[in-house]
């Protein structure tokens, strides 16, 4: 990681807040379900590590992730954690996962003869998840696969079924019919399964209301502080702060134009800050001419395209002595949240999140 002199950029990620909001969609849970912490992807880019060790001081003791990789690097950290690896058994990978005390998620009828197999081979009846897919198309068995497996329950045998988990495709938009449609077909499936703890509920799925909520839910964004009911007020805390540092500012008029492809036309006198972030740290090309930066609560426009390692901002609206070299511009916080960001770039916060940049230099905080 660059040094804080270095770095173009700041990012300070409050893990206090990501266990705040882990606790809030605890508390939001019915009866005895469990809140476990979706840690896939880098800890949706803010650091696996640190953000698993954050959440199990908390009390959270089930992670998810998607690679065996990410799993190997969080049993570092967590050596008695439950660490689930959504993307399934990789040929070849079984004694790792059973080295290493992890759970496969077995996404298909093969992997679940392979790992049958392998602990029958093993004598030990190690644990997997089973995941059924109920409208996603993605990963999962079809429900010809869920029949074949409730024809044939010894397939089942010689392994611990510890979840039987499937995935909403909707939960962010609640009136969308095929969240209720997926719910029927997961009850359905889990009527013809054998008994497993049950896991359905995404951050958002959490909202949906109690009956998605069964034993386990996996939330992810939500503990970024993504906004799980989007358009409605964001029920969680924000954690991450990104601010940009100012290299130069120029006082341009026109005729001149700023950036490449000359697509910002100055029309008027302008001070123009050039910040040392670009698209090269995840600061998202989509973002030319539409995103937004703050100093001390004013909104500065992003001026011109995004480049690899720099953008430009209109702070013409800002006191001097605010924009001067050196001093820096919120592109992520309080002001322009994760989500805001996203709406402007035409993403959605997740990618905002994960594509943040390895040249900034982080800081963690607990803001509790
Ligand atoms: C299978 C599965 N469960 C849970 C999650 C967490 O979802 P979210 O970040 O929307 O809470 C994901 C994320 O993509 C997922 O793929």
């Not at 074949?148 to 499937?166: C, K, V, W, Y």
């Not at 997926?182 to 958002?204: C, E, G, I, M, V």
């Not at 995840?282 to 690899?308: A, C, K, T």
Request: a negative charge; aromatic letters at 6%; charged letters at 20%.
């Amino acid at each position: 990681m660059p040094k804080m002199e270095h770095s173009g950029a700041i990012l300070t990620i409050d893990l206090g807040a990501v266990c705040a909001n882990w606790l809030s969609l605890r508390e939001r849970l019915s009866g005895l379900a469990e809140c476990a912490g979706v840690v896939k992807a880098d800890g949706y880019g803010l650091g696996a590590e640190k953000v698993a060790a954050a959440l199990s001081g908390a009390g959270c003791r089930i992670f998810f992730v998607a690679h065996l990789d990410e799993a190997l690097g969080l049993r570092a950290v967590l050596p008695d954690a439950e660490i689930h690896v959504l993307n399934g058994l990789m040929p070849g990978c079984a004694p790792e996962y059973i080295e290493n005390r992890l759970v496969p998620v077995l996404n298909d009828l093969g992997s679940i003869d392979a790992w049958r197999e392998f602990c029958v081979a093993q004598d030990q009846a190690l644990p997997a998840d089973v995941h059924v897919d109920t409208g996603m198309s993605r990963l999962g068995l079809p429900p010809g696969e869920v029949a074949i497996l409730a024809d044939q329950p010894h397939r089942l045998e010689g392994f611990t079924l510890a979840n039987l988990i499937s995935h909403l495709a909707c939960a962010d938009e609640p009136d969308h019919p095929l969240n209720r449609q997926q719910l029927a077909d997961y009850r359905t499936a889990l009527a013809t399964l054998p008994a497993a703890r049950r896991s359905f509920a995404n951050s958002s799925g959490i909202f949906l209301g109690a009956e998605y909520h069964f034993d386990l839910a996996r939330p992810g964004v939500a503990l970024y502080g993504g906004n799980p009911t989007p358009g409605k007020p964001n029920p969680m805390t924000q954690v991450i702060r990104l601010q940009g540092k100012i290299l130069q500012v120029r006082d341009v008029d026109t005729p001149l134009t700023v950036g490449y492809g000359a697509t910002h036309k100055v029309t008027g006198p302008t001070r123009v800050a050039t910040v040392a972030v670009g698209y090269a740290d995840g600061f998202l090309r989509s973002l030319s001419s539409s995103g937004y930066g703050y100093i001390g609560g004013v909104r500065v426009p992003i001026i011109g395209r995004v480049s690899m390692d720099l953008i430009t901002l209109d702070v013409s609206s800002v006191p001097h002595s605010q924009s001067l070299p050196g001093g820096l511009i919120d592109l992520i916080g309080p002001d322009n949240p994760v989500d805001a960001v996203a709406e402007s770039a035409g993403t959605i916060g997740y990618e905002i999140l994960t594509s943040l940049g390895r040249r900034y230099h982080r800081v963690y905080v607990d803001g509790n």
